[in-house]
């Protein structure tokens, strides 16, 4: 059974920095895609950094240049660094294979971008 667990969210003043981690369980996780997906209230889920099996990566422009996706297949997990958060950046944050989620939703985690 595969269980999908983000964490590293906070509340962060706009330029500031945060490192999200998510760490996956149950899963062949060192062949996956994975992405980071992010959504706010009363817009669909949107994946914004992903990460090919082999270490590729591609970012939506909006975060292009200030986010970096990287994962650790030893540890099954995969990050996402946050540099120069800006109030749009404000969602909540979940990770899932792609381009088909595959995984059962994890909680996410809430990233608050705000003075």
């Known amino acids: 059974q595969v269980q999908v667990v983000e964490s590293g969210g906070g509340l962060v003043q706009p330029g500031g920095s945060l490192r999200l981690s998510c760490v996956v369980s149950?899963?062949?996780?060192?062949?996956?895609?994975v992405g980071w997906h992010r959504q706010t209230p009363g817009k669909q889920r949107e994946l914004v950094a992903s990460i090919t099996a082999w270490g590729s990566t591609n970012y939506v422009d909006s975060v292009k240049g200030r986010f970096t996706i990287s994962r650790d297949n030893a540890k099954n997990t995969v990050n996402l660094q946050m540099n120069s958060l800006k109030p749009e950046d404000t969602a909540v944050y979940y990770c899932n294979t792609f381009p088909r989620s595959i995984w059962p939703w994890g909680q996410g985690t809430q990233v608050t971008v705000s003075e």
């Open positions: 149950g899963s062949s996780f060192h062949i996956r895609n």
